[in-house]
Nanobody, 122 residues
Framework: QVQLVESGGGLVQAGGSLRLSCAASGRTFSYAMGWFRQAPGKEREYVGA????????YYADSVKGRFTISRVNAKNTVYLQMNSLKPEDTAVYYCAADGVLRTLLTGTPRYWGQGTQVTVSS
């Protein structure tokens, strides 16, 4: 069993930055981890993912060049650094994990966090 707890959300002005953290507990060795978001009235959207061993990262086109995913395996923690934030980035951000990277890329990971709210004001 894997538990994921996000933190770091909040209110920020457009153009600003936030860093989200996701602390994982349980059996997470070799798991890929990633981030998704869901804006009000919209479907949940893939943001990006990172592999365990090599730290390879993958991003949605909508955030590429602005968001960066990193992880510290020794701390079982993954981060989402968000820069140049836009009002359309406003959403609940979810951390996710799975032993198979493809599930993150296709939006079907096994484990999810509870989410943290990010609000970007114009």
């Amino acid at each position: 069993q894997v538990q994921l707890v996000e933190s770091g959300g909040g209110l920020v002005q457009a153009g600003g930055s936030l860093r989200l953290s996701c602390a994982a507990s349980g059996r997470t060795f070799s798991y890929a981890m990633g981030w998704f978001r869901q804006a009000p009235g919209k479907e949940r959207e893939y943001v990006g993912a990172i592999t365990w061993a090599s730290g390879n990262t993958y991003y949605a086109d909508s955030v590429k060049g602005r968001f960066t995913i990193s992880r510290v395996n020794a701390k079982n923690t993954v981060y989402l650094q968000m820069n140049s934030l836009k009002p359309e980035d406003t959403a609940v951000y979810y951390c996710a994990a799975d032993g198979v990277l493809r599930t993150l890329l296709t939006g079907t990971p096994r484990y999810w966090g509870q989410g943290t709210q990010v609000t970007v004001s114009s």
